[in-house]
């Protein structure tokens, strides 16, 4: 991962999908770890993290998670999560920030020298595609190395660079606790 001293940063993580991955890793991600190691390289302008939200539960378990990023240097963006019934009668819960970080991140890119994505979803190759035309770099973060991979080739293929996360686990990483695993709850990306 090569950042210049000077560059201009900011990270964009999709919730969701960074979950997944770090989950296909069987890791927990230390978020305090993965700020610092970015704000000793480069000017770190913001880091915006995205995830939904599921209202009226008596107990979220993103909640904490969500409290201790706004309160520890991130910009922590949310929405409601809906519930639907799928085509066979489960009950499921959709929460797709795309919208949220692509607009930000188009607002944004003008102030920046070099956007850090932590998604691998090909949604997002227009996206990126778009920012770099604006002249800003851009690193994606995801994971080939999981079961599934959790990385799109055309979005692979589009950033100006690929960190798999699996590469950083001892940077930004820590074995997953099993009391951990069913606290956060995944949701349907589209």
Do not use: C
């Amino acid at each position: 991962m090569t950042f210049l001293p000077h560059e201009r940063i900011a990270l964009f993580i999709d919730g969701a999908n960074l979950y997944s991955a770090a989950r296909g890793l069987n890791v927990d991600l230390d978020f305090a770890r993965l700020l610092a190691s970015f704000r000793d390289q480069a000017v770190l302008i913001r880091a915006h993290y995205y995830t939904a939200v599921v209202e009226g539960e008596e107990f979220s378990p993103i909640r904490p998670l969500v409290d201790w990023l706004g309160y520890n240097g991130f910009s922590v963006v949310t929405k409601p999560a809906r519930r639907f019934t799928d085509l066979q009668g489960h009950s499921r819960i959709k929460g797709n920030m795309d919208i949220e970080i692509a607009v930000d991140m188009l607002e944004l890119a003008p102030r920046l020298d070099h956007v850090v994505l932590f998604s691998g979803d090909g949604d997002f190759r227009r996206l990126v595609q778009a920012v770099q035309a604006r002249g800003v770099r851009v690193t994606v973060v995801s994971t080939l190395k999981s079961q599934p991979p959790m990385l799109s080739d055309d979005l692979r293929r589009q950033a100006d660079a690929y960190i798999d996360l699996a590469d950083r686990l001892g940077d930004w990483a820590r074995p997953r606790t099993p009391s951990a695993s069913p606290t956060v709850r995944t949701f349907d990306r589209d």
